[in-house]
C-alpha cells in the first residue's frame, strides 16, 4: 500500500483544490454515500502517515482557518502538548499491532468498517491500498490487459468535480467519516517533530527488528518498501531483535529511515510525468521538513 512519501504526494496535489465547491460527485464507494459530498466545500487537506484526511464544510458558511492555522491557535493557547498528551489525542487514527500492520502491507485492503464511537463528522478519512492513488484533472488507464483479454480502467471509488472545472480521483481506498485527524506527530517519520527518543526505545525492544518497524504507533508513514531498503543498508536480519543491537547500529538505522523517506518523497514530487508536479520550487518546499530536521 502507499506509504508515507506517496501519501504526502496525493495530499500535494489535492491541495489546490482547497475552498473549491464540489459541483458533482461520482465512484463506486458503497462505505459513504458519495452524494452527501454534492455542493460542499473542500476547507482542509491533511497528511498523517498512511492516511489523507480531507475537510468538507456547507458552501455557504465560512471557510475556516487552515490546519496551520488552528495548530498556531492552539498553541497559542495551551503550549505545545507533550508527547504522551498527543498520543492520547488521537482520534481517526486507529493503532494496529505490527504483524497486522505486515499482513496488511502485503494484500488488497479489504471494506472498512467504521469506528462506532467516532460520530459523524466534517473530516473524510482515505487509507489506500496496494494499488490506491490520487489524480488530478486525469483517469487512469489500464496499461495491460485483464485475465480476460479485456482492456479495463481502473474504477474509481470516488471522483469529486469542482465548479472550476478541474477534479480529483480516487482509486482503492477506504473511506470514512471522523471528527478530526489529529495525531502524533512525533511518530510521524517525514515530520519535523519526529521524535527520534522515543523511536530509539522502540527499536530497543525484545522484538523482531522488522515488526517494531511497522509499528505505526513510533513509524507512522514506514511501510514495507521503506522497511525493506532501510534493513538492507543497515545490513541487519529484519528478525533480529531491537535489544540485542548496540545503540550505534540502531541510531544508523534510524538516519537510513529518515534519509531514505524523505529521498523517495524528493524523486517522487520531481517526477516530471507526475500530474503536472514540475515546479522544482514546490517540491523544495514540500520537502522543507527534512532541511528544518538536518537543521
Given at each position: 500500500?502507499?506509504?508515507?512519501?506517496?501519501v504526502r504526494k496525493f495530499q500535494l496535489l489535492t491541495s489546490p483544490f482547497v475552498g473549491q465547491v464540489v459541483a458533482k460527485v461520482?465512484?463506486?464507494s458503497r462505505?459513504?454515500?458519495?452524494?452527501?459530498?454534492n455542493a460542499l466545500r473542500l476547507q482542509d487537506s491533511q497528511v498523517h502517515g498512511k492516511n489523507l484526511y480531507l475537510a468538507f464544510v456547507a458552501a455557504e458558511g465560512p471557510l475556516g482557518p487552515t490546519a496551520e492555522e488552528t495548530a498556531l491557535q492552539r498553541e497559542a493557547a495551551s503550549g505545545a502538548s507533550s508527547p504522551a498528551q498527543?498520543?492520547?489525542?488521537?482520534?481517526?487514527?486507529?493503532?494496529?499491532?505490527p504483524q497486522?500492520?505486515?499482513?496488511?502491507?502485503?494484500?488488497?485492503?479489504?471494506?472498512?468498517?467504521?469506528?462506532?464511537?467516532?460520530g459523524p463528522g466534517n473530516w473524510l478519512r482515505f487509507h489506500f491500498g496496494l494499488f490506491g492513488?490520487?489524480?488530478?484533472?486525469?483517469?487512469?488507464?489500464?496499461?495491460?490487459?485483464?485475465?480476460?483479454?479485456?482492456?479495463?480502467d481502473p474504477v474509481p471509488r470516488l471522483v469529486l468535480h469542482f465548479e472550476s472545472g478541474g477534479f480529483l480521483v480516487?482509486?482503492?481506498?477506504?473511506?470514512?467519516?471522523?471528527?478530526?485527524?489529529?495525531?502524533?506527530?512525533?511518530?510521524d517519520i517525514l515530520s519535523v517533530e519526529f521524535h527520534r527518543g522515543q523511536a530509539l526505545d522502540a527499536l530497543r525492544a525484545p522484538n523482531p527488528i522488522c515488526y517494531t518497524l511497522l509499528d505505526q504507533r513510533y513509524f507512522s508513514g514506514l511501510g514495507n518498501i521503506i522497511k525493506n531498503?532501510?534493513?538492507?543498508?543497515?545490513?541487519?536480519?529484519?528478525?533480529?531483535?531491537?535489544?540485542?543491537?548496540?545503540?550505534?547500529?540502531?541510531?544508523?538505522?534510524?538516519?537510513?529511515?529518515?534519509?531514505?523517506?524523505?529521498?523517495?518523497?524528493?524523486?517522487?514530487?520531481?517526477?516530471?510525468?507526475?500530474?503536472?508536479?514540475?515546479?522544482?520550487?514546490?517540491?523544495?518546499?514540500?520537502?522543507s521538513d527534512y532541511s528544518k530536521w538536518k537543521a
Open positions: 500500500m502507499p506509504e508515507g512519501p506517496s461520482g465512484g463506486s462505505k459513504i454515500s458519495v452524494n452527501d459530498l498527543e498520543g492520547q489525542e488521537q482520534v481517526c487514527a486507529p493503532q494496529t499491532h497486522d500492520e505486515e499482513l496488511q502491507e502485503l494484500q488488497p485492503s479489504r471494506p472498512e468498517v467504521p469506528d462506532a464511537a467516532e492513488s490520487v489524480r488530478a484533472n486525469e483517469f487512469s488507464r489500464a496499461k495491460k490487459a485483464n485475465k480476460r483479454g479485456d482492456w479495463k480516487f482509486y482503492n481506498c477506504r473511506m470514512h467519516w471522523c471528527s478530526s485527524p489529529r495525531a502524533n506527530p512525533a511518530s531498503e532501510i534493513l538492507y543498508l543497515a545490513k541487519i536480519h529484519p528478525l533480529t531483535q531491537g535489544s540485542l543491537l548496540a545503540l550505534s547500529d540502531l541510531e544508523h538505522l534510524l538516519d537510513y529511515a529518515i534519509q531514505f523517506s524523505f529521498d523517495w518523497l524528493y524523486s517522487k514530487l520531481h517526477d516530471k510525468s507526475a500530474n503536472g508536479l514540475t515546479s522544482s520550487e514546490e517540491s523544495w518546499s514540500a520537502c
